[in-house]
Nanobody
Framework: QVQLVESGGGLVQAGGSLRLSCAASGRTFSSYAMGWFRQAPGKEREFVAGISWHGGSRYYADYVKGRFTISRENGKNTVYLQMNSLKPEDTATYYC??????????????????WGQGTQVTVSS
């Protein structure tokens, strides 16, 4: 069984930064692409960023491109999301997820099989 545990969320002013972490259990973490998604109240969950199993390929949603950076440390079974220049519209619960089936990153949440419990990010104006 795979467990994903997010941390690093909190309350920050607009323009500030946060770094989210997602720690994974299991010995096969390095074999899977990983993604970050977010969900704001009353809205559907949306893709934020994804990273290939080796870290060499990274993908971003247009609304975070240039502000957020996804990275991973396979030796620590951890994936990160560095969030800079935060805006109030970034307020949401952020989730990390493991891509199903050792395949490449997709933006579709149905393609991910394991999810963390989420960490809340609140950006005040």
């Amino acid at each position: 069984q795979v467990q994903l545990v997010e941390s690093g969320g909190g309350l920050v002013q607009a323009g500030g930064s946060l770094r989210l972490s997602c720690a994974a259990s299991g010995r096969t973490f390095s074999s899977y692409a990983m993604g970050w998604f977010r969900q704001a109240p009353g809205k559907e969950r949306e893709f934020v960023a994804g990273i290939s199993w080796h870290g060499g390929s990274r993908y971003y949603a247009d609304y975070v491109k240039g502000r957020f950076t996804i990275s991973r440390e396979n030796g620590k079974n951890t994936v990160y999301l560095q969030m800079n220049s935060l805006k109030p519209e970034d307020t949401a619960t952020y989730y990390c997820a493991r891509r199903r089936g050792m395949s490449s990153v997709t933006r579709t949440d149905a393609s991910y099989d394991y999810w963390g419990q989420g960490t809340q990010v609140t950006v005040s104006s």
